[in-house]
């Protein structure tokens, strides 16, 4: 019902002929297509042409504010004027309508816009603090410090209330659990962290099985490459989160659930150089030393970080043993 609704909202338009109609279908259509290609800057000319049309067009406004966030920097960077005019369209967006009413490519890029800002208002706060330990008088520096922290939870927070519609609607659960973990990440929130890690892997396996059917099910080899390179994809992005889980675990000493992971990434990608020397430390933890010595000899065989890395000095330790 939803979803006929937004047709008749993107459809419906009494100010403009049928011409024009069709017109602003097709700068839609276009649109989305060169921003599902990746070709950002013609996806933003046709959404600037179809907005000349209509300024007020719904899935246009979102897709600029996305496209723009898209083409923004780092959270940690110094120019921040693109997420800045991302956050302000997807603000506007956003505030059209009560955010159950939303749908996905609205509330996905807005959250994610909110995320980065809270990620550079906390990138600020490190900033601050290490110009005030530098300062003669670092009290003010320090106060707005305190400010710019308190911004970026902020943020982050109303990030993860816009998450959480979608996750209680049951929509891009995938990506909104991976966005729902690093916000508590960032908040320092660890059984938030490891509750969205988990609730991202289990979605993860879904997205992947579903994957997999198309692979088997299609006789198109261009369908069929399509679909495995999705599928690598997405193990690659569930091996990022489980090696972010996996350190998470060692760094409080729960070796056993570090290990499970680091099985898995390692299974995943028999190449990853560091993650044997990750999973040779807790394997030491453990007391597995032989398997231990044998994760760092396939470390050092691997690695191209220098005699003087920590890594490699801690490996060679471990293997004279």
Request: with cysteine; aromatic share 4%.
């Amino acid at each position: 019902m939803r979803h006929a609704a937004l047709l008749l909202l993107l459809a419906s338009c009494s100010s403009l002929d049928h011409e024009q109609q069709q017109l602003l279908a097709s700068h839609q259509r276009n649109a989305k297509y060169y921003f599902e290609g990746g070709r950002l800057e013609q996806a933003l000319d046709q959404v600037d042409r179809g907005l000349a049309i209509d300024p007020d067009d719904y899935q246009l406004q979102a897709l600029r504010g996305t496209v723009l966030l898209r083409q923004s920097g780092s959270a940690l960077s110094t120019d921040h004027r693109l997420l800045d005019e991302a956050t302000r369209t997807l603000a506007q967006v956003y505030a059209r309508r009560a955010p159950a009413r939303h749908e996905p490519f609205v509330l996905l890029p807005y959250a994610m816009a909110l995320q980065k800002q809270g990620r550079r208002r906390l990138g600020e706060e490190v900033r601050l603090r290490g110009q005030a330990s530098r300062a003669p008088d670092g009290a003010e520096l320090l106060q707005t410090a305190d400010e710019r922290r308190a911004e970026g939870q902020k943020l982050l927070l109303e990030a993860k209330g816009v998450l959480d519609v979608l996750i209680a609607r049951g929509e891009v659960l995938r990506l909104a659990w991976s966005h729902q973990l690093q916000i508590a990440q960032d908040l320092g929130d660890d059984l938030a962290f490891v509750a969205a890690a988990n609730s991202y892997l289990t979605q993860a396996a879904t997205d992947q099985q579903t994957v997999k059917r198309e692979v088997e099910r299609t006789l198109v080899p261009a369908y069929e490459t399509e679909q495995v390179q999705r599928l690598r994809a997405l193990e690659n992005e569930e091996l990022e989160v489980r090696a972010l889980l996996a350190d998470h675990h060692y760094n409080r000493k729960q070796h056993d659930q570090a290990l499970v992971q680091l099985n898995r990434v390692l299974e995943l990608d028999p190449k990853r150089s560091v993650d044997y020397y990750n999973r040779g430390r807790v394997l030491m933890e453990l007391k597995r030393t032989e398997e231990a010595k044998a994760d760092f000899r396939k470390f050092l065989a691997t690695s191209n970080l220098p005699p003087s890395s920590d890594k490699v000095t801690l490996a060679m330790k471990a293997l004279d043993q």
